[in-house]
């Protein structure tokens, strides 16, 4: 009952921008679905997906549902989970969910037929719906307990301590979390700016085909990365028009969260935090040198990504889940630790020694 009288009660604010964040255009027709997929020859993913294709990885989509009947999405939806308990997730009340998960995940068609997939052989695992707070913490609690490497979230709620603790209990499950930094002018008011805003998650803008900030991709001091997100066609979660042509931060956050999937299957001994350095330190710097707040550090490229990740070695921050911190670690330029506690060992083996030969001088005087 609490969650229902949550869900009811913030709906329209989070739906708000579960719904808008794809601007609406006139659908594409039939035979450019994958034409309308521009981004997949931006990044190169026809060579990616000859070293991987996201197998092995599961992928969360917290959403509005997704439709696991889709042509292009056969065999890739696992069973799902209503956390009102009122639908059935595998089944898209809107369209967005649907969206996203084949953005992410979609099998595509012989003949270069429908939509593709980032990470074609990644599996996705629906949860609905994206209303509140309190029920996205439900369901990314969820997500987690059932196996999602990675989390996306290409929707914008309010703040709330409820929802901050899920976020850093998936971070400290070594999930890679990604969310939608938002379009201005078609969020419902001020503050929308979570799970986005939140340090354990990869914040994501849009950019359009010349790799430009889109006007309506938020911008701030939390944005990480941008991907593109204007000018797409997706698969539609609405079995009367199965395709659509959108733009939005929510297609970036997709992008993202299927080339994370990717990283994740090549190199499934990375943790969470080195898949987020390798997607940001990859990124193609773009305005002011240097992390900014349109373009965090830039725009995705794949490729550097997977080539960054095959140079990282598993590290202790994997017992952590914590995303990397951004600026200075520190004096750096000061004796590795590792220095530091071999001379402790060396200094406090001297005063033993030192004072074995005092006590011996002083019993020798007796």
Do not use: C
């Not at 929308?192 to 006007?215: I, Q, S």
């Not at 990375?270 to 773009?286: F, G």
């Amino acid at each position: 009952m609490r969650l229902i009288v949550a869900a009811r009660r913030f709906s329209a604010a989070a739906l708000a921008f579960l719904l808008s964040s794809v601007s609406w255009a006139p659908p594409a027709l039939a035979d450019q679905h994958r034409e309308g997929q521009w981004y997949l020859d931006d990044l190169r993913v026809s060579d990616v997906h000859r070293i991987t294709k996201g197998g092995g990885v599961t992928v969360a989509v917290i959403d509005s549902g997704v439709w696991a009947g889709h042509p292009d999405l056969r065999g890739a939806v696992l069973p799902g989970f209503n956390v009102l308990g009122n639908g059935d997730a595998r089944q898209d009340v809107r369209g967005h969910g649907t969206q996203m998960a084949g953005i992410i995940a979609a099998r595509g068609r012989s003949g270069g037929r429908g939509v593709l997939g980032l990470a074609p052989e990644a599996k996705i695992l629906p949860a609905s719906p994206a209303l509140s707070a309190l029920v996205v913490s439900e369901a990314i609690d969820w997500s987690v307990e059932h196996g999602a490497r990675v989390i996306n979230m290409s929707f914008l709620v309010l703040d709330d301590e409820t929802l901050a603790a899920a976020v850093k209990r998936a971070a400290r499950a070594d999930v890679v979390l990604v969310a939608g930094s938002g379009n201005d002018g078609e969020r419902n008011g001020a503050g929308y700016e979570h799970p986005a805003a939140y340090p354990e998650v990869l914040a994501v803008g849009a950019t359009d085909r010349a790799g430009k900030v889109m006007p309506f991709s938020h911008q701030g001091p939390y944005l990480d990365i941008v991907a593109p997100g204007a000018d797409v066609v997706v698969a539609n979660g609405d079995q009367d028009k199965q395709y659509e042509r959108v733009e939005g931060t929510s297609v970036s956050t997709a992008i993202v969260s299927g080339a994370a999937a990717l990283i994740r299957s090549k190199y499934p001994e990375l943790t969470a935090a080195q898949v987020v350095r390798a997607l940001e330190s990859a990124a193609v710097d773009k305005g002011p040198a240097g992390r900014d707040d349109a373009y965090g550090y830039g725009e995705l490229d794949l490729v550097a990504a997977l080539d960054v990740a095959a140079s990282l070695t598993p590290g202790p921050e994997a017992s952590t889940g914590a995303p990397p911190t951004s600026g200075s670690r520190g004096d750096d330029a000061g004796l590795p630790a590792v220095a530091i506690a071999g001379i402790g060992v060396l200094l406090l083996g001297g005063a033993v020694v030192l004072l074995a030969f005092v006590r011996r001088r002083r019993r020798i005087r007796v």
